[in-house]
């Protein structure tokens, strides 16, 4: 009985809550070729955001489109941002070069923030 009330009390304690970030903006979102080869495209994004809610774990998706808007990449971000503060997230994707050629647009899909209490 012990050994249950203890696995339990664990798992509630160390829950992560996750919801779509309202108090987070995404204020610039670039991004960079960085290399080309063996048919792949190697990109570098730069995403700015801004949490004016508490401190929490940011994950931001961005998708690449075509012209019909239709989803051709997913790419994803993610870092800790204290409280009324802003922070620079990166990261770095591959994707085919048949691929990029069709993208004409990257946009923000979504924001969600993790939170553990």
């Not at 990109?43 to 801004?50: A, G, P, T």
């Not at 019909?68 to 994707?95: C, E, K, P, W, Y």
């Amino acid at each position: 009985m012990t050994r249950w009330f203890v696995f339990l009390f664990l798992m509630v304690s160390s829950t992560v809550y996750a919801s779509e970030a309202r108090d987070v903006t995404v204020n610039n979102l670039q991004h960079i070729e960085t290399k080309r080869g063996a048919g792949y495209v190697f990109l570098s994004f730069k995403i700015d955001v801004e949490n004016t809610g508490e401190r929490g774990s940011v994950f931001v998706e961005i998708l690449g489109k075509d012209a019909n808007g239709f989803q051709i990449s997913s790419v994803h971000a993610n870092g800790m941002v204290n409280s009324s503060d802003r922070a620079v997230l990166t990261t770095t994707t591959a994707i085919s070069e048949r691929e990029f050629s069709n993208i004409v647009t990257w946009e923000i899909s979504r924001i969600e923030k993790f939170i553990r209490p």
